[in-house]
């Protein structure tokens, strides 16, 4: 809901912008008694929009880690920066503390099963338990109800949330992180490929994933991109 509003408050920000300008436009007295076109004001409220920052969204699977979630959620909030984290159940539940610390700071929690497991693979019923409990133990410690899941290996078919209503969210950026434990090749990876509206999928698990991670939002932020939460990216 925050967020939303925050959306809102930017948007009508532009548009009091845009009238300003068109004011200051129409009162300068530059073009006499010109009155300005709705073409004119549509290329107003249009140039208002493009200067509003790049959206990209960091997001982290298979957390929360007990030494690397924390280091990497220090880094976030000396930058000002929100993320999105897919948390496994058994981790939540292992490290209850990190999980709530995540919330208070403001980013978004999503689901990522139980155990890690292939939800194709499962019965309705074990899909569901998978799911479910996950959910359930996550809201019992910050006190919200999980819309959103990544499934792991980005395993899903229609349906197969047995009409839990869990919104699946994929990835556009994937920075194969776990295959190395080098920063620096990770952050290039990211970095060549980063576009606007992207959500790139990391892994907390990884302590070169956590350095790598902030590496690359202090480059992208230099670039003149915005840290969303992937829900901000999915909404219509
Ligand atoms: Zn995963």
Redesign the pocket.
């Known amino acids: 809901m925050r967020r939303k509003m925050k959306g809102t408050a930017v948007f009508l920000l532009g548009m009091m912008l845009g009238t300003a300008l068109m004011h200051m436009d129409s009162g300068g007295g530059a073009r006499g008694a010109d009155i300005q076109t709705s073409a004119e004001k549509t290329a107003v409220e249009k140039e208002g929009l493009e200067q509003e920052p790049r959206k990209i969204a960091l997001t982290f ?2 957390g929360p880690h007990p030494v690397y979630t924390p280091k990497l959620l220090d880094g976030l909030k000396e930058r000002g920066i929100t993320a999105t984290f897919f948390l ?1 159940g058994r981790n939540a539940e292992a490290y209850p503390d990190v999980v709530r610390r995540i919330y208070e700071e403001g980013h978004l929690i999503g689901n ?1 099963t139980y155990s ?1 497991v292939r939800l194709s693979d499962l019965t309705e019923e074990e899909v569901r338990r998978e799911v479910e409990q996950t959910s359930n133990l996550i809201e019992e410690l910050v006190g919200e109800p999980l819309i959103y899941i990544r499934p ?1 290996f980005g395993d899903w078919k229609e349906d197969i949330d047995c009409g839990m209503g869990v919104i699946p969210v994929w990835w556009t950026v994937d920075s194969r992180d776990w295959e190395t434990g080098n920063a620096a090749e990770i952050v290039k990876r990211v970095v060549t490929q980063a576009e606007e509206n992207d959500i790139i999928l990391m ?1 907390d698990w990884y302590e070169s994933s956590v350095d790598a991670a902030l590496q690359i939002a202090d480059i992208l932020e230099q670039q003149g991109y915005e840290f969303v939460t992937a829900e901000e990216l999915i909404l219509p």
Do not use: V
């Open positions: 699977d298979d496994i990522h890690h792991p892994h």
